[in-house]
């Protein structure tokens, strides 16, 4: 009964000095050191109302919103994951097809690669802005705006992630969405 009683101890011990502890240890440095990327990223509306994540992708099918990379599981954050689906899986591809004739995509007009396939998690919240940039045509005719004003919210929202050490820049969609929504020249 001892040897039971110690063992009991013991777990307790280690499930409040592992779990309790070691979570609240790092729960506190993320709310100290980024507190924003600690509460998940989340962009609220002036009501207070969560929007989305700046770290999780959202499907937009709508023609004058960007639409993002594709997403192997719906953009449901707790599905993440790739499809593991072969490269040469009909369902794989009759999926890309789609993509690439939803895009209007030509061989004249390749679509840029990110847009006809998933990220590795499905979730992946940016693109490029090349890919961004293949969008703006659509998202300008469906606005009834110059294809210059989608281009400059592309650019004021662009940014390198690895700042000197990267050479493609990239845009949220969410937030580049939001930005055509609050552009008062629209």
């Not at 790739?82 to 490269?87: A, F, L, Q, T, V």
Request: glycine fraction near 6%.
């Amino acid at each position: 009964m001892e040897t039971l009683l110690s063992s009991l101890r013991i777990s307790v011990a280690t499930m409040v000095i592992c779990v309790g502890g070691y979570t609240g240890v790092v729960w506190a440095i993320g709310q100290t050191a980024a507190p924003d990327l600690a509460d998940g990223s989340l962009i609220t509306a002036p009501d207070g109302k969560v929007i989305g994540s700046r770290q999780v992708a959202q499907a937009f099918t709508q023609p004058q919103y960007f639409w993002p990379r594709p997403s192997a599981v719906d953009y449901k954050a707790d599905a993440a994951g790739g499809s593991n689906k072969s490269p040469t899986s009909k369902d794989l591809t009759d999926r890309a097809t789609e993509t690439v004739a939803a895009y209007g995509a030509t061989p004249e007009n390749p679509l840029p690669a990110e847009l006809a396939a998933a990220s590795g998690a499905g979730l992946d919240p940016h693109i490029t802005e090349r890919a961004a940039r293949y969008q703006a045509e659509r998202i300008a005719q469906a606005r009834n705006v110059p294809v210059d004003q989608v281009n400059q919210l592309i650019d004021t929202n662009a940014f390198a992630p690895g700042a000197a050490f990267t050479t493609d820049r990239l845009v949220n969609v969410l937030a580049l969405n939001l930005a055509l929504d609050n552009n008062p020249a629209r």
